[in-house]
């Protein structure tokens, strides 16, 4: 278990942000640790990526090891709500070296590759390593960059959108419940209680942390189904950082009714209807609908980045994108 006490002071702290280079860690994290969980789409995309691209290193390390811990230093502190991709890429060139030899040592030693097993440190990476932290960290940048475009530009627009969607949902549930509640509502391991905000972890994890924080970064992503804990440590770690928390987006259709003028009651149905790819004439068969009606609806929602589109065969087959992860 997680704890990270806050007092008043810290709760002043607690803020929300979207994380374009985040999205992509957690992308990367469950290609190489849990790829069973991504949508077909999803892992032919990252894994096209990854070798199309020749991006081994990144690979490596993003992919957590057979331990599952990713570097913290790919998913840099956002400064801002909104971080600009070239600023985050900036953040992980420039990473500083005791930094990345402590997170390193944290994974070679026992987070994501167990020395005393059969499932040591991959060669690769310590070869990389060989030639000094700065350019590690130069080369991650420009290998998680082009993963970036490769697999995941193509569809920001729309994670985005969900993404902010999220967070307006949030500071809703803030205004209407008060923040321990709101806190609570994030994910079904997280948990505000006696000051405290608790991540609980798996039952086989022996992971277990208590520190005191003065800010918190909530940052939600598609890509997740349960809160993970990132960056934040004891007292004497180098260059530390403020605890970070990524916690599962909401789904389209949990959304508040703030969302109604631009869904409404029609297109929420279509909505309902996407969980999985389907084409326009069987949604207006379901639905009772023109497929007039239905294409004017899809365009609308496409437009806002809430559903996405791909061609198959002859048809053109529309899915939402909380039914993609």
């Given at each position: 278990?997680?704890r ?20 992509a ?14 949508t ?7 894994t096209d990526?990854?070798t199309?691209?020749r ?5 490596v ?23 600009d991709?070239d600023?985050?890429l ?8 005791e ?13 994501s ?27 991650l940048?420009?290998?998680m960059?082009?993963f970036?475009?490769a ?7 729309a ?18 419940y ?12 997280l ?10 972890l ?5 992971h277990?942390?208590t ?10 992503s ?15 770690t ?12 909401a ?14 009651a029609?297109r ?14 069987e949604?207006?068969?379901?639905l ?36 993609m992860?």
């Open positions: 278990m997680i990270i006490r806050l007092g008043a002071r810290g709760l002043g702290g607690v803020r929300f942000a979207v994380s374009p280079m985040g999205s860690k957690d992308l990367l994290r469950l290609v190489g640790f849990n790829p069973g969980t991504l077909p789409s999803w892992r032919s995309r990252a990526a990854l199309r691209h991006l081994g290193l990144l690979a390390v993003g992919g957590g090891g057979p331990l599952g811990y990713a570097p913290d230093f790919l998913r840099p502190e956002p400064p801002a709500f909104l971080t991709i600023t985050a900036h953040q992980i060139a420039t990473t500083p070296q930094r990345i030899r402590y997170e390193l040592a944290e994974a070679v030693n026992g987070h590759w167990d020395p005393g097993s059969g499932h040591p440190a991959p060669r690769q990476l310590l070869q990389a390593l060989g030639r000094g932290e700065d350019h590690f960290a130069r080369r940048a420009d290998e960059a082009r970036w475009h697999a995941l530009k193509p569809s920001w627009p994670i985005r959108t969900r993404l902010e969607a999220d967070v307006t949902a949030r500071a809703s549930d803030i205004t209407q008060g923040l321990a509640e709101a806190l609570n509502r994030l994910a079904p391991n948990e505000w209680r006696d000051g405290e905000l608790l991540v609980h798996r039952t086989d994890s022996i277990r942390l520190l005191d924080a003065e800010a918190v970064i909530l940052t939600p598609v890509f997740v189904d349960r809160a993970l804990f990132c960056a934040g440590e004891p007292p004497g180098p260059a530390p950082r403020t605890p970070l928390i990524v916690y599962p987006a789904k389209v259709d949990c959304l508040p009714p703030a969302q109604d003028p631009l869904i409404g029609t929420r149905k279509l909505l309902a209807e996407l969980s999985q790819p389907r084409s326009t004439t949604i207006a068969k379901r009772y609908l023109s497929p007039a009606t239905v294409s004017y609806h899809l365009q609308i929602l496409h437009r806002a980045g809430l559903v996405t589109r791909a061609r198959r065969s002859r048809h053109v087959l529309y899915q939402r994108l909380g039914g992860v």
